[in-house]
Nanobody, 115 residues
């Protein structure tokens, strides 16, 4: 299993970014996919979840209405569209797949929201 995140960077408050996570080594359309984030000095937190076929999504209260998770089975990729970004969204964002009783993680991509 391999998960590779991309799309992070520096953005001003109120701006937008789209993160991507490209997956390989498993049947992508069979598994729930998740985005987590970890801010400096804080525990990793669940941000968004999407069902295996993309029909169901869930979000942390802190990002509802601003972030959108989606997936493209033709590209084995899950996305996180982040709008109206706030300084408190600054974190390393990780892609995750729970599979066969284990959690698999990417290496993360850093998002910094600052003026």
């Amino acid at each position: 299993v391999q998960l590779v995140e991309s799309g992070g960077g520096l953005v001003q408050p109120g701006g937008s970014l789209r993160l991507s996570c490209t997956a390989s080594g498993f049947t992508f359309s069979s598994y729930v996919m998740r985005w987590y984030r970890q801010a400096p000095g804080k525990e990793r937190e669940l941000v968004a979840t999407i069902s295996n076929l993309g029909s169901s999504t869930n979000y942390a209260d802190s990002v509802k209405g601003r972030f959108t998770i989606s997936r493209d089975k033709t590209k084995n990729t899950v996305y996180l569209q982040m709008n109206s970004l706030k300084p408190e969204d600054t974190a390393v964002y990780f892609c995750n797949v729970p599979r066969s009783g284990m959690n698999y993680w990417g290496k993360g991509t850093l998002v910094t929201v600052s003026s």
